[in-house]
C-alpha cells in the first residue's frame, strides 16, 4: 500500500496551493482519507479527512473556509486546496488513510510534502 503526497512547495503568505495524494496497493472503501501537518517543533496535528466513499467532509477549525479536501470521481487522488496561505501554515504536510475515526489511528501513512509559507 502507498500514498504518495505531493504539490508541496514555497508560496508567500496569501498564496495558493494544491497538494494531491495518490492512494495505491488496496481498495480504500469504508476508509476516511486524511491530511496531517507536523510543524517544525510541534506535534503532528490533523487538517482534515474525506469519507472515501461518501464525499463528506471535515475540517481543523484553523483551517475551515481556506482549505478543501476533494477526491476526483474515479476515486484515484485527493487533493488538498489551500487558499489564503498563512505562515503558520508551514509543515510538512502528509495524507494517511484510516479506517476508524479520522483524528485516531491511521492504518497507512505516505511520506510527507514540504509546504512553505513565507511572510
Known amino acids: 500500500v502507498q500514498l504518495q503526497a505531493s504539490g508541496g512547495g514555497l508560496v508567500q503568505a496569501g498564496g495558493s496551493l494544491r497538494l494531491q495524494c495518490v492512494p495505491s496497493g488496496r481498495t480504500f472503501r469504508g476508509f476516511g482519507m486524511v491530511w496531517w501537518r507536523q510543524a517544525p517543533g510541534k506535534e503532528r496535528e490533523f487538517v482534515g479527512a474525506?469519507?472515501?466513499?461518501?464525499?463528506?467532509?471535515v475540517y481543523e477549525d484553523s483551517v475551515t473556509g481556506r482549505f478543501t479536501i476533494s477526491r476526483d470521481n474515479a476515486k484515484t487522488t485527493m487533493y488538498l486546496q489551500m487558499n489564503n496561505l498563512k505562515p503558520e501554515d508551514t509543515a510538512i504536510y502528509y495524507c494517511a488513510a484510516g479506517s476508524a475515526s479520522p483524528r485516531g489511528y491511521m492504518d497507512y501513512w505516505g511520506q510527507g510534502t514540504q509546504v512553505t509559507v513565507s511572510s
Open positions: 474525506i469519507n472515501w466513499d461518501e464525499g463528506n467532509t
